[in-house]
């Protein structure tokens, strides 16, 4: 009687994409549930995943402080756009795999218990592609900063404007910038955050122009791709160009700041940076302190008189007699004194 062997499945190579991540930096692969606990950041090599924007929310902001704002604004066609598909067709996969309107999302909340004003923006929505929506989320949100004279925190995660839009999201680019201009002037704080990646329209309008520009490790940053870029110099580009840290070296970022550390480092940064009082709003007195006055010219003097060596100084005049203790006073030589030497003489002769 032949023996029937069990069978074996073969070794699959392939894995749920509901449960578990390739890491593309080492190639290890991640229980997803796992990488959610470290805030998915490979505990291997330290490779940043992408975020969606209600993780980056509640990543950053106070629980349940979020309030969003204008949540009904959703792209339109004016083009009639037509490539392998037609524009509304593509928002509407979009917004079926990120059940977001559109690649950007603003609201207010708060940090710390600071209020501020929040935009946060999607790669998973078509590219984080800056349409009219987007431009117009991110001007709302620097209004309603300068309106309210709170904090502005915007974090960029975008391929550039959207083609399908043509020259109406090129627009977006001077729109966010005058509203960021309106709100330098005005003295309220602007953080600006960099994820990956940051490229194209987004990178050369408003995700630069931060008071303080933070940017997450190896993150993708530029206008231009790395391709097109070595293309039109006709040089070799150097080693890590293009990533934050390249970036940071060069002085175009602020400071690259690890995820688990990002809202700490926001945080710390918000207490610094308060918001110039507006114009005509009278500034509260501080408390007076009980201590001496610093007049910085007098104490430079003393010290100076201290430290060089000086002239040294006339010993001190003799008392004269008029107290009855000094020596007699000497009487001063008479005009008249050559002339009684004279008759002296003349005297001695006769």
């Not at 204008?70 to 593509?90: A, I, N, W």
């Not at 709100?183 to 050369?204: E, K, M, N, Q």
Request: charge should be negative; include cysteine; glycine fraction near 10%.
């Amino acid at each position: 009687m032949p023996i029937k062997l069990p069978s074996f499945r073969p070794r699959r190579d392939a894995y749920p994409p509901d449960l578990w991540t390739k890491c593309p930096s080492c190639g290890e692969m991640l229980f997803n549930k796992q990488l959610d606990k470290v805030l998915r950041v490979c505990p291997s090599c330290g490779h940043h995943f992408r975020l969606s924007a209600d993780a980056r929310i509640g990543l950053l902001l106070d629980h349940g402080s979020f309030v969003e704002r204008d949540s009904g604004l959703e792209s339109e066609d004016p083009l009639g756009f037509v490539d392998q598909k037609s524009y509304p067709d593509r928002v509407a996969a979009a917004q079926l795999a990120t059940g977001m309107r559109d690649a950007a999302v603003w609201g207010t909340g708060s940090m710390d218990g600071r209020p501020v004003a929040v935009c946060v923006m999607d790669f998973g929505f078509m590219g984080g592609s800056m349409g009219a929506v987007v431009g117009e989320k991110v001007t709302r949100s620097a209004e309603h900063a300068l309106d309210a004279r709170i904090p502005l925190v915007v974090v960029s995660a975008s391929g550039g404007a959207r083609m399908q839009e043509g020259t109406l999201s090129l627009m977006q680019l001077a729109k966010t910038v005058a509203a960021l201009e309106r709100l330098r002037a005005a003295g309220v704080p602007f953080v600006s955050i960099l994820t990956d990646p940051t490229t194209g329209g987004v990178f050369a309008s408003f995700s630069v122009l931060g008071d303080v520009n933070l940017a997450e490790p190896n993150a993708l940053i530029g206008f231009a791709g790395a391709r097109v870029t070595a293309g039109t110099i006709a040089q070799e580009l150097p080693p890590g160009f293009q990533r934050s840290e390249f970036l940071f070296q060069h002085g175009f970022i602020d400071r690259v700041v690890h995820r688990s550390e990002l809202r700490a480092e926001v945080v710390g940064l918000l207490a610094f940076l308060v918001a110039r009082p507006a114009a005509g709003v009278a500034i509260e007195e501080a408390e007076v302190i009980g201590l001496p006055n610093f007049r910085p010219f007098s104490f430079l003097s003393n010290l100076a008189e201290r430290v060089l060596p000086g002239e040294p100084e006339p010993p001190p005049a003799a008392p004269t007699n008029g107290n009855g203790t000094g020596p007699p006073l000497e009487e001063p030589a008479s005009d008249h004194a050559p002339a009684a030497e004279a008759e002296e003489v003349e005297a001695g002769r006769g």
